[in-house]
């Protein structure tokens, strides 16, 4: 009877062990692979992945998808970085490579590595240089990651299994540089960024003050996300712009915009010259705090005051927002932009103000499909279970 015991302890012990979000413990794997772009989608592709252990070798490997099973003959190496993430409680590496000079709208295979320890083949598709796609947007996180927020990420994929990307409106996850976090987000998302790219912008549970009171990015943020560098100088960890072949998506830097003002001033020059110069059919603008919330005892003035009217000048067509912990949707009577605004994760607020919205909902995780079809933009809403809650069309301007 001891001896069976104890071969029963062992066993659960086993799997309580295995079910902890990707523990760093011993690992010479790859994880946390992570598709970005850094540079033109119809071009280039970046990842991102993390190793317990140093090493010398960053290597990436890329071919054309041929599905043939012979793929190592084919298969291009290239070098990338490798970046040191101190944890407070230990350190882990963090690798990123670009592939450049791919063709556009075309499918490639991919894994990343050291040389001996290497990641499955995964699949990305190149942008095209035009025609019909779409893309998954996602409010807010936050909290329970893997047992909750999964649920949102996952039921998406499995309805746009196409999708471009997936948008984060900030707020991936709680506390800042809690490493525990970011494995509980990277499991919940499973292979899903492994193939297809995250666009995210970070929200006020991205930061923290250090102790000079100074407003500090998770350390996590540069490691994980190769982003592009055309933002303002001192902001292109989170403020950029990316164009994807008829759409420009444009990621603010909400939570500097509310607390510094030398920040805030920065990225409205910046926004002005990006979106006049723009020479793309539609406009999107993703930003963590909404410009009207869904709440009485929130007013987010500088956004309204200052930002809605560049929005405004220059014809965004949407403008994509998380922080209230509900969903809402409207246009205060302008064809355009509409403001949107949902979440995704399972911490939820009340919805009290009816100033500005035309749809609300509160106490539902939703998750987004965005649709760009010739000269029309769609937005659909979906419950968890699949019924379609809320949608809308925008026409070409």
């Known amino acids: 009877m001891r001896i069976r015991d104890f071969i029963l302890a062992a066993a659960i012990s086993c799997v309580f062990y295995n079910g902890k979000a990707q523990s760093t413990a011993g690992l010479k794997q790859p994880d946390r692979i992570t598709l970005t772009w850094s ?35 084919k298969a291009v190496s290239v070098t990338g970085r490798q970046l040191r993430l101190d944890r407070g409680d230990g350190e882990d590496f963090y690798h990123q490579v670009t592939f450049r000079d791919l063709k556009p709208g075309t499918t490639y295979i991919y894994r990343v590595g050291d040389g001996s320890n290497w990641s499955a083949w995964n699949q990305f598709r190149t942008a095209a240089q035009s025609g ?80 000079l009171e100074r407003l500090v990015l998770d350390p996590h943020w540069n490691v994980q996300f190769n982003l592009p560098k055309n933002g303002p100088q001192g902001l292109q960890d989170a403020v950029y712009y990316l164009d994807y072949q008829d759409l420009r998506m444009v990621s603010l830097n909400s939570q500097l915009i509310m607390l510094d003002s030398a920040a805030a001033q920065k990225q409205e020059r910046w926004l002005e010259m990006v979106l006049s110069a723009s020479p793309k059919k539609w406009t999107i603008v993703v930003m963590h705090h909404p410009v009207y919330s869904t ?3 929130r007013d987010n003035t500088i956004l309204r005051e200052r930002f809605k009217p560049i929005f405004e000048k220059y014809g965004v067509d949407l403008v994509l927002q998380g922080h209230d912990h509900t969903y809402a949707r409207g246009s205060l009577g302008r064809k355009r932009p509409v403001y949107l605004l949902s979440v995704a994760g399972p911490k939820m607020y009340a919805s009290d103000s009816e100033r500005w919205m035309d749809v609300r909902a509160s106490d539902t995780q939703l998750y987004q499909v965005i649709k760009i079809k010739a000269n029309k933009l769609y937005v659909a809403s979906y419950k968890l279970n699949g019924q379609l809650f809320d949608s809308f069309e925008l026409s070409e301007k």
């Open 39 to 73: 540079d033109d989608p119809s071009r280039t592709q970046s990842v991102s992945w993390r190793t317990a252990a140093k090493t010398d070798n960053i290597i990436g490997q890329i071919a054309e998808e041929q599905s043939s099973p012979d793929i190592d003959a």
């Open 295 to 297: 709440a009485k005892n």
């Open 132 to 211: 019909d796609f779409s893309f998954i947007y996602l409010g807010d996180a936050q909290n329970d990651l893997r047992s909750r927020w999964s649920r949102t990420i996952r039921r998406a994929f499995q309805q746009e299994a196409n999708a471009r990307f997936i948008v984060h409106a900030g707020d991936l996850i709680n506390r800042s540089n809690n490493d525990d976090e970011w494995a509980e987000w990277h499991e919940g998302a499973g292979f899903i960024h492994q193939m297809i790219p995250a666009v995210p912008t970070p929200g006020n549970h991205e930061y923290r003050r250090d102790s």
